[in-house]
């Protein structure tokens, strides 16, 4: 339409009574064509009047509380402790540096959670509920955010309502109001305006409200209040917090963290004991109970992992799954079994029909997706519907009764249901004309598709009297008809055995199969109609779903990595295994059931056979549910697909809820932890991987932290019961551990997956950050990392007898050290000569930028001073240089033993153990 006549008048007043006003009244207030809705300029000129459709929340923690978080950990309050007893003695150089180093990281943790806290809300965004608008005559789907006062919103099963709607077309519309009346049972939906204006919104039948649950049928409305002014918006007037979702590996180590503090407080009382024992003076003593304490603690590891977990996410969205809940990447990684829909996930969702079967006929169709060109053909000749009768009435069905506005054009892409829009293209192809035939034989009443039902319904005036036509599934349209019709338009007796056999033939094509039939002579309405069951059998449409090839793959890849993939689709049992053999399924075991033969089964029949199929047909909602129930009692973490609504209760109850970002409804969105944006299952397989290099990188942080942090904690033990002086002061183990892991750990984040890393089996969701192996290596390096810096630090004292030169060769050796030693952590398997430099530039460029540092501050006069140490010679370099490459070698023997062992990415067995996958 063009701009409103609004335009120059006031808007309307949000707060009044509208379900006392008539809908035409409802239309006259804003304005509004019925048939076209708000015009593009006039939305955003009330957008801009009335403000974002949204309730007035928090964003999370104000910033200084996020500052504020990052000194609120158990390993920074052992630094604080330090500083505040080096600031007690006197010694305020080093404390000076460890507060410095405490201000750094909390830096470093602020900037990062900030950012990853802006990135995960943009993706929430993308995951946020859509709403079905007309706008410019055309439908449109937008944010809920976007919706405006005045604009026409569409309601359909599943979606979940934007705002408070003033219903001006209900049709068997029955709304979930528990969240906001705490009424349990589903509403009945009207039109006519009430009577009293002071009516709770429970009482309010012609009203569907903001946030609200579309359970049956369709609607249609006019937004009538938005955001703050809804009725949920004036119940969320308390403002509270975001929640801060966190993910069991943030736990794990928190632990960890906790046993580390509790290990520094037990050698802090061993040091300070043994100090006493030996006679050495308080000085001495608190120099290394705080180097000690200094050593032992890895600062950095909640900002670095914190920043695995967002690099996760956002590498996640990159490929088009949007995580809504943080706990979901560490779930990826253990996933053991997916369960997928089949449209759209498995194949493309551009249905195409192939073929129809009108009693005695089968009809071919040429073309593929959504493109008119094409021809139908019977017997190889060129058919039209004018020549036959059934196939003109089998292809008018499926356009009458069909609830998609238009063909897919250059200006309006493909919107609505594929098998309907693939019902419209076969029609083109037969030469009909959809808007002619539609304004033709206007609809008069519209029965929606539900799953319950399993067929749609309307009534349309026919040349002959109104009609009620139906198309659904085979099974659901043959009970209701007596009759079939002829090739040349007669009557004749119900043929079922021969329309159940060329379903069941189409169906094992591959092809989805709906069948389509009608009721001449419907004066009386179509529930009766439907309940007279003496409809007439027309014809069946079959259409095919190309699998999609990335899809073929992606199930191969997965069940390489152990993950054992199974089908849950509604489609014919043909249909399903057709599909699942093309995909690779069903190669363990050739069966595939119905949803409906599981309910018949008891409890050891139902879990043998959840053990053995891969393919599911038919499946109803609680079949999936009950599916996944059992595979969660047999140990699988599962994830699971859905798009409806009727989806979510499976969807909450898998480790994974994963839903369809194009197909999915706001329910399931709502209940899901991850979003398809593509509705892909390729998609799903990259994040499950993506899921295992967010973990192993986390492990590679750990290993790389914890090594170093042990050789530091070893040498001081060393000279402390070997009667030495400190290798390295307070203030120099500060600084070992801010120029190898400022930057360093944090680059680590950052590392690509690794190849193979889908060839071994999902991890076991109770293992920990450092499993057996991780744990060996660790105090392997670190015991080597101590010895020989503890070697070069005594040759060096008693070559020159200068202590300061020999600590800050100690010093030196210990930070070139790690800096080959992180280049070892980029794999814990792989050779570090297989991997590339420019894969991480990052890492790369802050072991530069650490070297420059490590310069600086042994020849910068003013940095001699604050870390007291001495410049070296070139022969000191050359010396150090040669020996910490050293520890390449070491690294390098140990991941051929792990790997001569058959141990891979992750140190977990190299070959995947099926049997141990599916059958525990």
Not at 5 to 22: E, F, G, R, S, Y
Not at 333 to 352: A, F, Q, V, Y
Request: proline letters at 5%; hydrophobic letters at 45%.
């Amino acid at each position: 339409m063009t701009d409103s006549p609004l335009a120059a008048q006031k808007l309307p007043d949000q707060d009044q009574p509208w379900h006392t006003l008539a809908a035409d009244e409802v239309l006259a207030h804003h304005a509004l064509d019925p048939s076209s809705g708000l015009s593009q300029t006039e939305a955003t000129r009330r957008l801009a009047h009335y403000g974002p459709n949204r309730l007035q929340t928090s964003e999370g923690p104000r910033w200084w509380r996020l500052l504020l978080k990052q000194f609120l950990d158990p390993l920074i309050y052992i630094l604080i402790a330090s500083a505040l007893v080096a600031l007690f003695f006197g010694k305020y150089i080093d404390t000076a540096v460890i507060a410095a180093v405490l201000i750094i990281n909390a830096s470093i943790g602020f900037v990062q959670e900030l950012r990853a806290r802006r990135a995960i809300a943009a993706l929430a965004q993308m995951a946020a509920p859509r709403a079905e608008v007309l706008r410019d005559g055309h439908s449109d789907e937008i944010s809920s955010q976007d919706v405006v006062p005045g604009d026409l919103v569409q309601l359909r099963a599943g979606a979940r309502v934007p705002a408070d709607v003033r219903l001006i077309e209900a049709n068997e519309l029955e709304l979930d109001e528990s969240a906001l009346t705490g009424e349990s049972v589903p509403t009945p939906k009207s039109v006519s305006p009430l009577d009293q204006a002071e009516l709770v919104p429970g009482d309010q039948f012609n009203m569907a409200f903001s946030t609200t649950i579309v359970t049956r049928g369709r609607g249609r409305g006019v937004v009538v209040r938005t955001g703050t002014h809804s009725e949920i918006g004036k119940i969320a007037a308390a403002v509270s917090e975001i929640e801060d979702t966190r993910a069991p590996v943030q736990h794990k180590v928190e632990t960890l963290g906790k046993w580390i503090g509790a290990a520094v407080g037990a050698l802090t009382v061993v040091v300070t004991l043994t100090g006493i024992l030996q006679g050495r003076g308080v000085d001495d003593i608190v120099s290394m109970v705080i180097a000690l304490a200094v050593a032992a603690i890895p600062e950095a590891l909640p900002v670095v992992l914190t920043v695995t977990l967002a690099v996760g996410v956002r590498r996640m969205a990159e490929k088009n799954a949007i995580i809504r809940s943080l706990p979901a990447v560490e779930t990826l990684g253990s996933t053991t079994l997916i369960g997928s829909d089949k449209t759209g996930t498995l194949t493309r969702n551009e249905m195409t029909v192939r073929a129809l079967w009108t009693g005695a006929e089968r009809f071919e169709l040429d073309g593929g997706g959504y493109h008119t060109e094409g021809s139908i053909t019977l017997a190889g000749q060129p058919a039209s519907p004018g020549e036959h009768r059934a196939l003109e009435l089998t292809l008018l069905i499926g356009v009458l009764a069909n609830e998609v506005d238009h063909l897919p054009s250059e200006q309006h892409p493909a919107s609505g249901d594929p098998t309907e829009l693939a019902l419209l293209v076969a029609a083109t192809k037969a030469g009909i004309d959809i808007e002619e035939v539609r304004a033709r034989h206007p609809e008069r009443e519209l029965i929606p598709f539900e799953s319950e039902r399993q067929f749609m319904a309307s009534l349309h005036a026919l040349a002959d009297g109104p009609a009620a036509l139906v198309k659904g599934s085979p099974e659901a349209v043959l009970a209701i008809c007596t009759h079939q019709i002829g090739p040349d338009g007669e009557r004749l007796s119900l043929d079922s055995a021969a329309v159940v056999d060329n379903a069941r033939r189409l169906a094992s094509e591959g092809l989805r199969v709906l069948a389509m039939a009608y009721r001449p002579d419907t004066q009386a309405g179509l529930e009766q109609a439907l309940a007279s069951k003496d409809f007439v059998f027309v014809g069946l449409q079959a259409m095919e779903d190309p699998v999609r090839p990335e899809a073929i793959e992606a199930v191969a890849a997965a069940r390489d990595a152990g993950i054992r993939v199974i089908m849950l689709t509604g489609d014919h049992l043909e249909t399903a295994q057709a599909i699942g053999h093309q995909l690779g399924l069903g190669e363990r075991n050739a069966r595939a059931i119905e949803g409906r033969k599981l309910a018949q089964l008891d409890a050891h029949a139902l879990d043998q056979t959840v053990r053995e199929v891969d393919i599911y047909a038919r499946v109803a909602p609680e079949h999936k549910l009950a599916i996944v129930e059992q595979l969660k009692r047999q140990g699988h973490i599962v994830a699971v697909t859905g798009d409806g609504v009727n989806d979510a209760p499976a969807l909450r109850a898998a480790h994974l809820g994963v839903a369809m970002g194009k197909s999915g409804t706001d329910v399931a969105r709502e209940a899901s932890d991850m979003v398809l944006s593509d509705d892909n299952f390729a998609t799903l397989a990259a994040a499950v991987e993506q899921g295992r290099v967010v973990f192993a990188n986390i492990r590679k942080v750990t290993y790389f932290l914890l090594s170093t942090g042990v050789g530091l904690v070893l040498t001081i033990l060393f000279a402390l019961f070997a009667g030495w002086p400190l290798p390295y002061l307070a203030a120099q183990v500060l600084w070992i551990n801010l120029v190898t892991k400022g930057l360093q750990d944090v680059a680590l984040a950052f590392e690509p997956g690794e190849p193979g890393l889908l060839e071994v089996p999902p991890r076991d969701p109770d293992e920990g950050v450092l499993n057996r192996p991780v744990l060996v290596r660790m105090l392997t390096i670190g015991l080597y990392l101590a010895a020989v810096t503890l070697a070069v630090f005594w040759w060096a004292l008693q070559s020159t007898g200068d202590l300061v030169l020999a600590r800050s060769i100690a010093m030196t050796q210990m930070v070139l050290f790690q800096f080959f030693h992180v280049g070892n952590c980029r794999s814990l398997h792989r050779s570090i000569f297989t991997l590339s430099l420019t894969s991480n530039r990052f890492l790369f460029l802050s072991v530069l930028a650490a070297l420059l540092a490590q310069i600086a501050i042994l020849y910068v006069p003013a940095l001699q001073f604050v870390f007291q140490t001495a410049p070296l010679a070139l022969e000191h370099w050359v010396i150090i240089t040669l020996i910490s490459t050293t520890i390449i070698a070491v690294a390098e023997l140990d991941k051929w033993w792990l790997r001569h062992r058959g141990l891979g990415p992750g140190l977990a067995p190299q070959k995947p153990v099926h049997n141990a996958i599916t059958t525990r």
